[in-house]
């Protein structure tokens, strides 16, 4: 069983910052996902057991930068230029299995979330 603790939501004004930290029991492949009111979970990014193959999604790709610490089995989640529709839950999940990594059915395991609300 692989645990994720995640940290670092809250609240910030529009064109802020915040960076959310996810820590592991293994080195995995990991990613975020967010969850607005009423809507579905969306894929935000991932990055590959080795910290060096990264993807995003359009909605953050400049914005929104992952990254991960290999020895401390930390992946990071550095949010600029923050928006209103950024507003979510945030959640961190790894997998084992490597196959649909851009889809929550892709994953195995899931970080308890975190609140980031950006005011307008």
Known sequence: QVQLVESGGGLVQAGGSLRLSCTASSRLLMGWFRQAPGKEREFVARIGRSG????????????????????????????????????????????????????????????????????S
């Open 52 to 119: 060096v193959l990264k993807y995003y999604s359009d909605s953050v790709k400049g914005r929104f930068t992952i990254s991960r610490d290999t020895i401390h089995n930390t992946v990071y989640l550095q949010m600029n230029s923050l928006k209103a529709e950024d507003t979510a839950v945030y959640y961190c999940a790894a997998t084992v299995r490597g196959t649909s990594p851009d889809y929550p059915t892709g994953y195995d395991y899931w970080g308890q979330g975190t609140q980031v609300t950006v005011s």
